[in-house]
């Protein structure tokens, strides 16, 4: 009884936590240097009038990170396992993305077939993934290390060359600014694609599915849920997010390198769901905690760069923070946190939520 | 248990088998050609790589007198089977770009033994130079040397510089770093940020735009290759900063692909130091005048300014399409 409330009271919370790490990071910059915050209007170097400070850095710069976020969060939720070859998937959905480009002259319609042929392409590599994950039951992780091994010779292969070029406009229309629009343009999208994913879990029982997958395979299955389906949906996910990453990548600078394209990103979009106070091992979740997960790691790195931080430092820096994060978002602590709590002022354990 | 183990044996007995063949594969053509083993780093490794082997392969053909057996690998131990399987074939000459520094030193006495001339170019490794015939490298000291060299030349009133790193330890930004750290010792120019984008483009543009949003001064980026020069102008860009030819701020960058020197033609960059992946044309002459001037010949690697280069330039050495 004690510990189904704490559990209960633990998932009301869940936001809780990076929430207030994030909140964290805001008070430490505002203390340090009250200026990172401000904001400037400026005109670039194209002439349209936009909006630039770090704010903006860090809601821009982690655009990708968001959204592979929320797809690995439904991969998690589904299979318990997380996918690693996220970045290598990228790497290949960008140079398709690319390949497609270079091809054709590139006009609008042609990058919105640039898009979806990356999007089929990455589907495909998705649904290989989830084959061995849904139909062989291979752990997640091993069954992805073949594409992290593989991914990104196979998307040099697709062009042939290293930093293949795309210029166009109309592409830094997707990667920096639409004309008269001062915000940068994978904000957008990542708001865009945020709330269409939030309608989809809203209007159809996806979420519930893939949650109750996750928390017990074969409950769902005698409820009539398919398991197999409901995994490789969240791989099919996860494939249309990569080739969105990778597009906003290539966007923003015009140019794919296979080797470096949202390298360590997996690693990263991991660690998004973690600090979103979502459980690696699958079952309930939320993609709220996922994407604030996403700005914090953001928001770290770009604190550290305005702090000079040493280049080979910033990683070990970015490492204690995020332990420190993780720790204490962990049911342990949380539980001696309850228990400590209850001994100073005497309550009994309540289903309201105080921090 | 016991099945399983002979299997795996059987898969890398055949794998090796296959592995060795395609070293064997232009075996018994004629006699007066001459007989080259090259042993490489897969060409999808860079687009250095990429050329590199491009030019080898340009250079060393039939026409000009070669039969030509070529292996790839990172692995530096494959790279040792097939220089020791292009012994046992009976080669005249290596051509040799070791994955590792080290581990060269017996196959190398066995190739001399065998009276096989082994050339080594792209990079040096561990051994007694005895054993090799010549060494045709780069050197990336140089270029950084050459890069800061030019940058000093410009006369401006004051350096305020922005330093992305390659990834660190690698040789080329150990090589590029150097000079450039030499000028912040010294007190000649002011190190306003010095990171590593560990070559990623994107990240290059994230470490511009923070010191950008910090409001510091800059009037020099220098990037250890193009692809980061690439990011931190589109920052600017995105910032309204005006880059380029006798404009606010200076763009360096590194290895001269196609695509960066034309940025250079248009004046938006101003300098690109070339990293030379061509030294097939040097091998292929000392071997046909048997004259070899020294032991380690450094490529001759230049350095591009926007106000001099010229479209000749760009379709000689830049890299790439």
């Not at chain 1, 203390?31 to 915050?37: A, K, L, P």
């Not at chain 1, 996922?290 to 280049?311: D, N, P």
């Not at chain 2, 687009?47 to 990172?74: I, P």
């Amino acid at each position: 009884m004690l510990k189904s409330l704490n559990v209960k009271k633990l998932s009301h919370s869940q936001l809780a936590i990076p929430l207030f790490a994030l909140f964290l990071v805001i008070v430490f910059n505002a203390f340090r240097d009250i200026s990172f915050f401000s904001i400037h209007v400026i005109t670039n170097n194209y002439g349209n009038t936009v909006f630039s400070g770090n704010l903006i850095s860090i809601i821009n710069g982690a655009s990708e990170l968001a959204v592979l976020a929320i797809a690995m969060t439904l991969v998690t939720a589904a299979t318990k396992g997380q996918d690693i070859s996220v970045g290598a998937a990228a790497a290949i959905a960008g140079s398709v993305f690319v390949r497609v480009l270079r091809a054709n002259d590139i006009t609008m319609p042609i990058i919105l077939l640039a898009l979806v042929t990356a999007c089929i392409v990455a589907i495909i590599f998705g649904l290989f993934n989830g084959a061995l994950v849904a139909f062989f039951d291979i752990q997640p992780m091993i069954a992805s290390l073949i594409l992290f091994t593989a991914g990104r010779p196979i998307a040099y292969w697709i062009n042939g060359g290293a930093t293949p070029n795309v210029d166009s406009p109309l592409l830094s229309y997707i990667g920096s600014f639409i004309p008269g629009i001062p915000i940068p343009s994978p904000i957008l999208i990542v708001i865009v694609f945020g709330i269409l994913v939030t309608l989809a879990l809203k209007f159809t029982n996806l979420g519930l599915y893939i949650q109750s997958v996750g928390i017990n395979e074969k409950a769902a299955r005698l409820n009539g849920i398919n398991p197999v389906l409901m995994k490789l949906l969240a791989f099919m996910i996860l494939g249309v997010c990569v080739s969105i990453a990778g597009a906003i990548n290539v966007c923003r600078i015009g140019l794919i390198n296979h080797e470096t394209i949202l390298i360590d990103i997996e690693m990263d979009a991991i660690l998004a769901v973690a600090i979103g106070g979502n459980a690696l091992s699958g079952g309930k979740f939320k993609l709220a905690g996922s994407v604030v997960g996403a700005y914090i790691i953001q928001a770290l790195t770009i604190t550290l760069y305005a702090m000079k931080v040493s280049s080979t430092a910033v990683k070990a820096y970015k490492a204690i923070v995020i332990i420190a994060i993780v720790v204490i978002g962990s049911p342990v602590v949380q539980q001696h946190a309850i228990q400590l709590r209850n001994r100073l002022f005497k309550k009994p354990i309540k289903l309201t939520e105080n921090n | 248990m016991k099945s399983l183990k002979k299997l795996l044996v059987l898969v890398v007995a055949v794998s090796l088998l296959f592995g060795l063949a395609g070293c064997k594969k232009s075996q018994g053509s004629s006699s007066d050609l001459i007989k080259v083993g090259i042993i490489n780093n897969p060409p999808s490794e860079s687009g250095y790589r990429a050329a590199n082997v491009a030019d080898f392969e340009k250079v060393f053909t039939k026409e000009n007198g070669y039969d030509v057996s070529a292996f790839y690998s990172l692995k530096n131990d494959e790279q040792l089977n097939a220089a020791s399987q292009f012994i046992t074939d009976g080669v005249d000459y290596i051509f040799l770009s070791a994955a590792a520094t080290d581990g060269w030193a017996s196959i190398l006495s066995r190739a001399k033994e065998a009276g096989i001339k082994v050339f080594l170019f792209d990079r040096m490794l561990n051994a007694d130079p005895a054993l090799y015939a010549a060494a045709v490298v780069s050197d990336m000291a140089n270029q950084g040397d050459t890069a800061v060299k030019w940058l000093k030349a410009q006369n401006l009133d004051k350096y305020n510089v922005i330093h992305i790193q390659g990834a660190m330890g690698s040789d080329a930004q150990i090589g590029r770093t150097a000079a450039l750290d030499k000028e912040f010792a010294a007190g000649n120019m002011k190190m306003v940020v010095q990171q590593t984008a560990t070559w990623d483009e994107a990240e290059a543009k994230k470490i511009i735009e923070s010191v950008i949003n910090s409001g510091e001064k800059f009037n020099v980026i220098y990037a250890e290759n193009d692809g980061m020069a690439k990011g931190a102008v589109a920052a600017l860009d995105d910032a309204g900063i005006k880059h380029g030819v006798d404009k606010d701020v200076i763009i360096m960058g590194f290895d001269c692909n196609k695509w960066a020197l034309r940025e250079l033609l248009a004046g938006n960059w101003n300098y690109d130091g070339q990293c030379s992946p061509f030294q097939a044309a040097v091998i292929d002459e000392m071997i046909k005048t048997g004259n070899i001037p020294s032991k380690k010949v450094i490529s001759e690697e230049k350095g591009f300014d926007a106000k001099t280069i010229t479209q000749n330039d760009i379709d000689t050495y830049g890299l790439g399409d």
